[in-house]
T-cell receptor
Framework: KAGVTQTPRYLIKTRGQQVTLSCSPI?????VSWYQQTPGQGLQFLFE???????NKGNFPGRFSGRQFSNSRSEMNVSTLELGDSALYLC??????????????FGSGTRLTVV | GENVEQHPSTLSVQEGDSAVIKCTYS??????FPWYKQELGKRPQLIID?????GEKKDQRIAVTLNKTAKHFSLHITETQPEDSAVYFC??????????FGSGTKLNVKP
C-alpha cells in the first residue's frame, strides 16, 4: 500500500512569507502528526490531528497551525516565517484504536529553507 | 508532561560487536515505547516497539527491554553490521497518541 506522502519535498521561502505543507496518510490511518526536525533539537512535536480535530499540541507559537480534512489528509501552515523555521518537517500517520497506541509511519518530509 | 532522555548521543562499535542504547522516561502513564531508525537523508522508520505489559521483545538481531519500575528501556543490537549505522530514536507515549522522542543516538559501525 502507498506510504505517507508529503508535498512538496523542498521549499525555499523568504522571511515574513507563509507556507503550507501537505501530508496524505496511509489509507485507513486516521491520526496524523507533525514534527519539526533540526540537527540541534531532534524531533519536536508540533500537533496531532484525528477526525479533523487537533487532539494534541506541542510547544510551538501560534504561527504554526494545521488542519485535517475528512479524508484524513492534513496540511500544516507556518505564517510570518523566521530564519529559525528552517528545518525538515515530518508528517507521520498511525492507526487509532481506543486504549491502544500504534507506531508511526513517517513521510519523507518537506525540507523548508527560510532565507 | 513526559520527558525522555536518551544516551549515549554517539556510539561507535566494531562490526560484529553489540550496541546498547538507553532511554529513561518520567511519566508512569506511558505505556508504549517504539524505536525508530533514521538513515542519513531518509525518514525515521519503526524498527521495534514494546508495550508496558511486556518486559522484553526480540526481532532477529534487535531486542528491546523495559523496566517499568525504574522507568527505563533499552535497545540492544547484536552482531552489528555497517548497515546498522544510523541515528536511533526512542519514544514514549500514553494512550493519547502523543509521542515524546529522545534526542537520538548516532550509531557508527566500523567495518
Amino acid at each position: 500500500k502507498a506510504g505517507v506522502t508529503q508535498t512538496p519535498r523542498y521549499l525555499i521561502k523568504t522571511r515574513g512569507q507563509q507556507v503550507t505543507l501537505s501530508c496524505s496518510p496511509i489509507s485507513g490511518h486516521r491520526s496524523v502528526s507533525w514534527y519539526q526536525q533540526t540537527p540541534g533539537q531532534g524531533l519536536q512535536f508540533l500537533f496531532e490531528y484525528f477526525s479533523e480535530t487537533q487532539r494534541n499540541k506541542g510547544n510551538f507559537p501560534g504561527r504554526f497551525s494545521g488542519r485535517q480534512f475528512s479524508n484524513s489528509r492534513s496540511e500544516m501552515n507556518v505564517s510570518t516565517l523566521e530564519l529559525g523555521d528552517s528545518a525538515l518537517y515530518l508528517c507521520a500517520s498511525s492507526r487509532v484504536r481506543t486504549g491502544t497506541n500504534y507506531g508511526y509511519t513517517f513521510g519523507s518530509g518537506t525540507r523548508l529553507t527560510v532565507v | 508532561g513526559e520527558n525522555v532522555e536518551q544516551h549515549p548521543s554517539t556510539l561507535s562499535v566494531q562490526e560484529g560487536d553489540s550496541a546498547v542504547i538507553k532511554c529513561t522516561y518520567s511519566d508512569s502513564a506511558s505505556n508504549y515505547f517504539p524505536w525508530y531508525k533514521q538513515e542519513l537523508g531518509k525518514r525515521p522508520q519503526l524498527i521495534i516497539d514494546i508495550r508496558s505489559n511486556v518486559g522484553e521483545k526480540k526481532d532477529q538481531r534487535i531486542a528491546v527491554t523495559l523496566n517499568k519500575t525504574a522507568k527505563h528501556f533499552s535497545l540492544h543490537i547484536t552482531e552489528t553490521q555497517p548497515e546498522d549505522s544510523a541515528v536511533y530514536f526512542c519514544a514514549a507515549s500514553n494512550n493519547f497518541n502523543k509521542f515524546y522522542f529522545g534526542s537520538g543516538t548516532k550509531l557508527n559501525v566500523k567495518p
